[in-house]
DNA sequence: CCGCGCTGCTAATGCGCATTATCGAGATCG
DNA sequence: CGATCTCGATAATGCGCATTAGCAGCGCGG
């Protein structure tokens, strides 16, 4: 079905040109050397040919004989595209796409990817993995399997998002969310709090973790207590109230968001440990972190073509886990302790 | 660079079963007939030899034998998920993303596509296009060189958006913006309107002389007079009072919008022919329409697939060209001839 | 016991491209 | 004037898969 009507292959182009289809393929691919030498005058015969024709190079040929395509996999474990996931992935892709703009890189984005247990699957009957030259993939969790077997066959992918489930190192690009909370957190101690309430799903995610670790870390001045919190929040200010807390952080904006509706306290700080662009807490900006997304998908596309375009020997000396540095946002939600500010 | 290593194909998995490929490939896609015969036994044998492997068919290789290889390419005149384009892409790439993956088809976005003169290309040197079993072109404005040569080559393809700027049918499905027009007109002329100011740009793409055309139908009790304007709009107050005007509609909603701000006359109404969710004038909702453009997407990916699986000699038994049929919007910008509602 | 049909499988081929190994013809050299 | 070298180009091969043609073996009827 790949439209055989107007199909132009080399050997049409050599045919007209008058050459044999391996003088095309020389031509196209503008080789030379001691073996193969062709002279300006039929060079030019054949490309002449080749424009007065619609000839196109047939990528999946190309791709069998053993070249690079410049098609670059993206896999996303929850649906990209859909309106609630574009806050998420909006920036991610805008990034990515731009980035594979500018390395002349088309994208291949695994939609047909069966979903199973409620996850899609990276591996599966008909895969187009192997069509791409690499893949990045996304999703706040991932399946350590894809990436274990994405390793062992040694195929060029980057995960955006800090990853940590597997025991073979994964190339990743993240934020450094660890330092974020930890600068933060010295932020608080700054305007004089000393308990602070972290509100957090019982998610086992490496920037999870990494949070959580940050927090066990919190200058002496600041006593941090972790609590999980499931869909129902309604008890939330007695454990307020009771744990003496001046001010509540979580995991993200939206979970700031919703405790903030059930505490209606103004004298409370709030705060995400998460991108807080866009977020308002009762007409003051919310507080948490700026975390450079398009960046990082930049980042990540370099790292893939870097790992692409080197032979896997080499991987060595290649930086394969970088972390960016977001920035803290100080939104109008964290202030004195105890005051309006 | 196909990951030498980790690659198992079928001539491996034949080894390891102790058949020929020739059967491999045969029990892979479930063939039987009279010329082939594989019996259970031989078949659970291939079956287990895959699935202790890893075993996953090159799509390459696929398409090189012959083979449909569930890949629909996206082609964007403009950048598709950079946040300003969102407004306009988003829907339609969400409609075609959940269309793909019922259809169990992976995307392949065009990014690569070299800019010239402002626009990208389609066809270039290494265009990736015929990689896909079809493709869907979005954009405002399209390169009618490009919906000529994909015609002439039989290349499966459905352009979102009605398109007219090729002597050649080219399959589209669009939104019905005449009919729109006209039922707006109607309304308008019910409200006790009868001179109405129409502001458009000088882009002569086929929806907006629909609008045009739908203008120039216009019930008789209505005069609309077309206003082309460009990026300045100062004296726009004298010409809406010149005209006598009592209603002003335009293009779209941003240009609504920036002729509200200089308009400033809340008894004029207003109307965008055009989507207008999300917008507001002045805290009141626009009039304009509602298009159903994630059914767009999905209708024109059904299209697409429909073009594909049908060899090219039956395309005559096929609609096309499809115009789906949005709905207008009463919003609180239309309002009764010099009245405040 | 010879042919015939059926079963179960495989060898061979081609898809379009890149690459390797040659090859014929003329030029150069000894 | 035969041996060698260079130039210009090509035939042959393989990538991994699907497909077509065909082959060996066996049972069965005549």
Chains 1, 2 share one sequence.
Request: glycine share 10%; proline share 5%.
């Amino acid at each position: 079905m790949t439209g055989k009507p107007g199909k132009v292959t080399q050997r049409e182009i050599a045919r007209i040109a008058g050459v044999s289809q391996t003088t095309v393929s020389m031509v196209l691919n503008d080789r030379d050397g001691s073996n193969i030498r062709i002279p300006d005058a039929t060079r030019e015969r054949v490309r002449r040919a080749i424009e007065q024709s619609t000839y196109v190079a047939d990528p999946a040929a190309r791709r069998l004989a053993g070249l690079d395509n410049k098609i670059l996999g993206v896999f996303t474990y929850e649906s990209a595209l859909s309106p609630e996931s574009m806050d998420f992935y909006g920036p991610l892709l805008n990034g990515i796409e731009r980035a594979a703009e500018s390395l002349g890189c088309d994208l291949l984005f695994f939609t047909s990817s069966p979903v199973e247990e409620g996850r899609r699957r990276l591996f599966h009957r008909n895969t187009r993995l192997r069509l791409a030259d690499g893949c990045v993939l996304l999703g706040q969790q991932m399946d350590g399997e894809d990436l274990e077997r994405l390793v062992a066959e040694s195929f060029p992918f980057v995960a955006v998002g800090r990853r940590d489930e597997t025991d073979a190192p994964v190339p990743y690009v993240g934020i450094d969310y660890g330092a974020l909370t930890g600068r933060l957190l010295d932020r608080a101690a700054e305007l004089g709090h000393e308990k602070v309430l972290y509100l957090h799903r019982d998610l086992n995610s490496p920037t999870a973790r990494d949070r959580l670790a940050a927090i066990g870390r919190a200058p002496g001045a600041l006593a941090v207590a972790p609590f999980i919190v499931g869909d129902d929040l309604s008890d939330l200010p007695q454990v307020v109230a009771r744990s003496g807390a001046t001010a509540v952080f979580a995991e993200d904006a939206f979970l700031v968001e919703d405790a903030a509706l059930v505490l209606a306290d103004p004298s409370l700080s709030l705060a995400a440990l998460a991108e807080v662009r866009g977020h308002r807490i009762g007409g003051r900006t919310l507080s948490g972190f700026h975390t450079p997304r398009q960046q990082v998908a930049a980042e990540a596309l370099a790292l893939l073509q870097q790992l692409i375009s080197t032979p896997a020997e080499e991987h060595g000396g290649i930086e394969i886990q970088r972390l960016l540095q977001g920035e803290v946002a100080l939104g109008e939600t964290l202030i004195l302790r105890g005051g309006t500010r």
